[in-house]
């Protein structure tokens, strides 16, 4: 009954949706009314109006970043964004929140320094814009970047005369070059439009970029060089990308290496061309003796997935879901160790696992496995290379208990700084002077941004569809 139920109400749904589409009006005309060429040009229309939201969105994330002066410099050589290993309470941090040069992932604090603007503006927009606080920097650098450096291209993107793709790919081209060249790029690029396609876009503006710079080239490719990186994120299915960024004829090295391993391997195995790539890439990063390599992961699965009673999914912290079936086979590798944490059934909450500063083993396992991620909204930094964080500093009476410690990224422990403090009084002024996180219950974060809103979240449920 209850599936006959729930099926009655999507149904309902789709048939509230489709009478509404066909209702929609655009310029005071039904869209199911209009003809060809109505649409065409309602779509060159859209285009534009979009154009101009995008700009006018550049513009305030712009302002917002001029609102966030940059509150401080490099006092020290230490690396402010080093993942090196999990910690407690900044151990061995100055409790200023001040990153040096040159970090890892500097990236972000690069571009703040460089136009003079809080690091953490980006972790106000994504709260906002329901994007990971990573994605929120990237957007605030660019926003800001392309304001200062590329104006013109701001104001043909509010005019509709160029989109927001072929902005991104100007900033792109740009980078590299001094800010004195820019313009002598951009505008006679611009001059002509957004050409026929973004390709041809592009060609436009690497070909102005020679001729505005013909022995620059090899500078250009060395500070390119300096970003090369390995990057991963999920894929639906159970699955995950990983790629590489580095130079050009390093990686068509690497390609042609693996793809001439994988013509080498015996055919008619089943397995397709690219299959054996993949396996041949495989195999080459980790080794020919795979059950050697010290590689720890984590994956939370309910009992009874693991005894085949049922095919709710199992799920790696900071990555995803993965199928039933592969964590029980995963579960058969002879080398792995499975430790129990429980649950409830009804909620799905971890079950409670010391007066002492640093937290057990034990307890930092289920702070991290009840709160997978990054506490932050957005934040999608694994637990487990995460510090454990005081809600409440021990210097200020908090506990090491696991309703005051939450697992918080590198980035974001140095964004609280040492602004931790128990609740204001109610006399207090309501907007706070920084970031603030509060723990209502445990793994419950209240985070609240300088402008004083709030956000919200809780710990992982792994019995919820």
């Not at 995008?54 to 001029?66: T, Y």
């Not at 250009?220 to 990186?229: I, Q, T």
């Not at 990686?251 to 042609?256: C, F, I, T």
């Not at 590689?295 to 699965?301: F, H, K, L, S, T």
């Amino acid at each position: 009954m209850v599936s006959v139920v729930g099926a009655n109400e999507a149904s309902s749904q789709e048939r509230e949706a489709v009478e509404w589409l066909a209702s929609v009006e655009v310029g005071g005309r039904r869209v199911a009314g209009l003809g060809d060429e109505a649409c065409v040009a309602w779509d060159a229309e859209v285009g534009r109006r979009v154009a101009r939201a995008e700009a006018e969105r550049l513009l305030v994330r712009a302002r917002l970043a001029g609102l966030r002066p940059l509150p401080r410099v490099p006092v020290n050589g230490c690396d402010p964004e080093d993942e090196g290993g999990p910690g407690v309470d900044g151990e061995g941090d100055d409790g200023r929140g001040v990153p040096a040069e040159g970090g890892a992932r500097s990236g972000v604090w690069a571009e703040a320094k460089r136009w003079g603007y809080s690091e953490f503006v980006g972790e106000e927009v994504a709260l906002g814009a329901c994007l990971s606080s990573a994605e929120g920097g990237r957007q605030v650098a660019f926003a800001v970047r392309v304001v200062r450096r590329l104006p013109g291209a701001v104001k043909a993107l509010y005019d509709g005369a160029i989109d927001l793709a072929r902005l991104v790919a100007l900033d792109r081209l740009t980078a590299q070059l001094a800010d004195e060249l820019v313009d002598a790029v951009a505008t006679p690029v611009l001059a002509k439009g957004g050409r026929p396609s973004l390709a041809a876009f592009e060609q436009a503006v690497r070909r102005r970029i020679l001729r505005v710079d013909p022995h620059g080239s090899q500078q250009r490719r060395e500070k390119a060089e300096e970003g090369r990186r390995v990057e991963m994120r999920a894929e639906p299915d159970g699955m995950a990308r990983l790629a590489l960024l580095f130079p050009a004829e390093q990686l068509w090295a690497v390609w042609a290496r693996i793809s001439h391993l994988a013509r080498g391997m015996r055919a008619g195995d089943g397995r397709s061309f690219d299959q054996r790539r993949a396996d041949v890439a495989y195999g080459l990063l980790m080794g020919a003796d795979l059950g050697r390599v010290p590689v720890e992961m984590q994956v939370i699965v309910p009992v009874e997935t693991l005894l085949g009673l049922a095919e709710n999914p199992g799920e790696i912290p900071g990555l995803g879901p993965i199928p039933a079936e592969v964590v029980r086979q995963m579960s058969e590798e002879p080398l792995c160790t499975w430790r129990q944490i429980l649950t409830r059934r009804d909620s799905g909450e971890l079950v409670d696992v010391s007066d002492r500063r640093f937290p057990s083993a034990a307890l930092a396992r289920k702070v991290r496995a009840r709160n997978t991620t990054c506490t932050l909204p957005g934040c999608d930094q694994p637990a487990v290379s995460a510090d454990i964080d005081h809600s409440v500093s021990w210097g200020d009476g908090g506990k090491t208990r696991e309703g005051n410690l939450a697992p918080v990224c590198r980035r974001h422990h140095r964004m609280m700084g040492r602004r931790k403090r128990h609740p204001s009084p109610m006399n207090e002024s309501p907007r706070p002077a920084g970031w603030q996180m509060q723990q209502g219950a445990p793994g419950h974060i209240t985070w609240t941004t300088p402008t004083g809103a709030q956000h919200h979240t809780h710990p992982d449920n792994y019995t919820a569809e």
